[in-house]
């Protein structure tokens, strides 16, 4: 906090972070003073926001009317860890629904890209980017680092918590998710007519640009080729 002359002693552990992934921020070396707390010799002094662009565990104390705080210790993940990792338009027979059998409706693939789980909870997916109102999940899934969920995109929200409430268009039409509704979407994606059990996935799976594929793989790792 830069007012009042409040300021915060930080020290870091991550990978490639220093002062070029740091931007935005002031930055001097600070050598806390022997009545001030010591918590190593990368402590620094910062009096404007943070911003952070990779994962980084963060061990700060702030000063507050000449008080330093207790040592905290956070870990933080810059930037969406789920994404929109695979899409089927068309599904004919590749993956039957689980909770009515003989249906096989269209579906989205999520996976957590990141090095930490996430809860799922209140994240939303639509087939419109302006939608005000998107299709919410509305209980706690913790979804693993690597992990991947399978949303039935079958208009049918009732049949369970991982059914959408709208359909994709096998001509084509775009799939968007939002960390919540009415927040900026955090991933997109849009596609044209893809074909009967074709599917269109990330490759390599979860970081990869986007390529249509006959050999979907609902719920699991993309193939490293199409």
Not at 56 to 78: I, K
Not at 79 to 92: K, L, Q, R, S
Not at 103 to 119: F, K, M, R, S
Request: charged content about 20%; some cysteine.
């Amino acid at each position: 906090d830069g007012e009042g002359g409040d300021h915060a002693m930080v020290a870091w552990s991550g990978p490639g972070l220093d002062r070029q992934v740091i931007d935005g921020a002031y930055l001097a070396e600070y050598t806390p003073p022997t009545q001030t707390p010591q918590i190593g010799q990368s402590a620094l002094l910062y009096d404007q926001p943070l911003i952070l662009t990779d994962t980084v565990r963060v061990r700060a104390r702030t000063l507050d009317e000449g008080r330093w705080s207790g040592l905290v210790e956070a870990e933080y993940y810059a930037g969406p860890t789920v994404v929109i990792n695979e899409i089927m338009a068309d599904n004919g027979r590749t993956i039957e629904d689980p909770d009515e059998p003989g249906e096989y409706p269209d579906w989205i693939e999520l996976t957590n890209a990141g090095p930490i789980a996430v809860n799922l909870e209140q994240m939303a997916l639509s087939d419109d980017c302006d939608d005000p109102a998107p299709w919410r999940i509305n209980a706690p899934i913790i979804l693993e680092p690597g992990e991947h969920l399978v949303i039935w995109a079958d208009g049918d929200p009732d049949q369970g918590l991982c059914h959408a409430d709208f359909k994709l268009d096998r001509a084509g039409e775009a799939v968007v998710l939002f960390e919540m509704a009415g927040w900026p979407m955090i991933d997109q994606v849009h596609f044209g007519p893809l074909g009967e059990d074709v599917s269109l996935g990330r490759i390599p799976d979860g970081i990869g640009a986007w390529s249509v594929t006959a050999r979907p793989t609902p719920g699991s790792a993309n193939p490293s080729m199409p």
